[in-house]
Every structure is written in structure tokens, then in C-alpha cells.
């Protein structure tokens, strides 16, 4: 597991442990979770992660996409240098 896995591990595991009651109610938005809560679902990832920086800040917090199977996920730094 990635660094930046292992830093949503428990993120990760109440995505799953919801996943199926997601699915039902929220399939193909995208959900923001920190900790063990679920925020809230959004209809687009950009909306979930500026809700995730304006209610925490630059810290660890899981944006997915409501999906049946696991989608590839790109971990990106929201500050670049050149």
C-alpha cells in the first residue's frame, strides 16, 4: 500500500463498509469522506474536493466515484511546482 494509501486507510474502509447503500442512493456521484464520516455526495469530483478543502483544509480526506467496481485513482498534489 502507497503512503498516501495507507493515509486514507480508514477513509478507505467506510467507503467500503457503505459502498453497497452508496450505490443504491448515489451511484456515479462522487462522495467525500474524512475519517469515518461521509460527508456528503456531490455531481462532480471537482465540487467534492473544494467542499473537502473548504471544510478541512490541505489534510488527508477520500474523494471517489460511486461505482459497482474500483476505478484507478490519481493522487495529485493540489500544489504545483515548475
Sequence with gaps: MTATMESLKQ???TYEIHREQLLGEA???YVLIRGNSIV?????????IN??????????????RIA?????ANFLSPVASF
Design 68 to 72: 459497482a467496481t474500483d476505478e484507478p
Design 11 to 13: 477513509e478507505l474502509e
Design 27 to 29: 451511484r456515479g456521484k
Design 51 to 64: 467542499e473537502g478543502y473548504r471544510q478541512f483544509g490541505n489534510v488527508p480526506f477520500l474523494v471517489t
Design 40 to 48: 456528503a455526495t456531490y455531481d462532480t469530483e471537482q465540487d467534492a
